[in-house]
């Protein structure tokens, strides 16, 4: 019986370690190397990225492996190639191609609309 529950808490533990949320760090929500992601004031529309085409490409969307999983805050919209993109709080999240290093935030206030993503 005690192999039984030991194995089924390592099976647990495994499975767990797989699913890397965003974080937070430093006041900001990070991805799981710790590279800024950002909010876009033009997602309205619940469950939607607004961010497509050239924007897409300077603001790429922040996805999901396929094993992770929504929790809590943390969800998952339907993104392109049949990917799922990382929200906080139903707001999708999004890398920035100006940031080249973890803590970056060069996209921080671009055109008023695009703000560090923000634990709250």
């Known amino acids: 019986m005690i192999k039984v529950i030991l194995c089924v808490l390592a099976c647990a533990a495994s499975a767990a370690s797989y699913a890397e949320s965003p974080k937070v760090q430093g006041g900001m929500i990070v991805d ?3 590279m800024t992601l950002y909010t876009f004031d033009r997602d309205t529309a619940p469950g939607a990225s607004a ?3 050239g924007c897409a490409a300077i603001w790429p969307a922040a996805i999901a492996d396929s094993y992770d999983k929504p929790s809590g805050d943390w969800g998952l919209i339907a993104a392109a190639q049949g990917k799922h993109q990382w929200t906080y709080k139903g707001h999708p999240l999004y ?6 290093a973890a803590g970056q935030k060069n996209g921080d206030g671009v055109k008023g ?3 560090v993503a923000r634990p709250g």
């Open 113 to 115: 609309i695009w703000h």
């Open 95 to 100: 890398r920035f191609s100006g940031d080249k």
């Open 51 to 53: 961010c497509t085409g």
């Open 32 to 34: 799981d190397d710790g």
